[in-house]
């Protein structure tokens, strides 16, 4: 029930495979250890560690993201172009630190013209925003549920079946195989064949409940209460004497109810800091 729940919460195919995990990092470290052994990562410069260090067992470029959002794309369309033989680009949904979403969709058709798959980290999107890796063409999508109101510790990779059956576990133990010899195993079909151990099964059904409440309420409703209220913060701080919201893209934008400002030219008499410029903070606004 829980794993039928989570799947229709990201508009999962029918023969997509959701496996439950700990959390987003694991998600992404899952993906990374079944990857085929000559696979190519691209990703973007401005990642989440999640998004960053798991990939480096194997070949990674690194695409440097443009300030205009137009250009986006193209940059990612040379990235994928010139490493010539990409497996799998790998991008977030939206940025922990400034809110900003990237446009998923395209970036998975650019992903496909290339022969490679996407895999989004959906972390700080799923929360905000509805997520349907079918209509869109996502490969791949991890996501925390810690994130959808559910429990710590547990979270999900989910999405296409045939690395999954052919690569190695990332965790390798009861509950995944068939049967085992002395030399020889024989592993389970996925999801059981990545989720060795004894499972969490409360945050499971705990993951699960999250996602149908959250379908139940609409996530697009979700999403446009999400945007009404960064519109409302961005526009109140921008009141503020000497507060600069930091971006990476100029213009608007779809950006999330997360701002990230620097506060500059504090009048050091006022203030307990050391120096009289310069202090960042960071605010959610949900």
Known sequence: MCSSDLKAFVGARADDVAVFVRNTTEGMNLLASILPEDAVVVTLDIEHHADLLPWRTREVHHVRVPSDPAALLDAVDAGLATVGRPTLLAVTGASNVT??????????????????????????????????????????????????????????????????????????????????????????????????????????????????????????????????ISRAARERLADVPGLRILHVFDGEGQRLATVTFRLGDLDRKSTRLNSSHITISYAVFC
């Open 99 to 228: 809110g900003e979403c990237l446009p998923i969709r395209d970036l998975a058709a650019l992903a496909h013209r290339h022969g490679a798959r996407i895999v989004v980290d959906a972390a700080q999107l799923a929360p905000h925003a509805p997520i349907d890796i079918a209509a869109d063409d996502i490969d791949y999508v991890a996501l925390s549920g810690h994130k959808l109101y559910a429990p710590f510790g547990a979270g999900a990779l989910v999405g296409r079946p045939d690395w999954m059956r052919t690569g190695e576990p990332l965790v390798k133990g009861g509950g995944a195989v068939r049967f085992v010899t002395l030399d020889e195993v024989a592993w389970l079909e996925p999801p059981e064949r990545l989720e060795a151990g004894t499972p969490n099964v409360v945050g499971a059904v705990a993951l699960g409940a999250a996602c149908r409440d959250l379908l139940d309420l609409d996530m697009h409703r979700v999403l446009e209460h999400d945007l009404a």
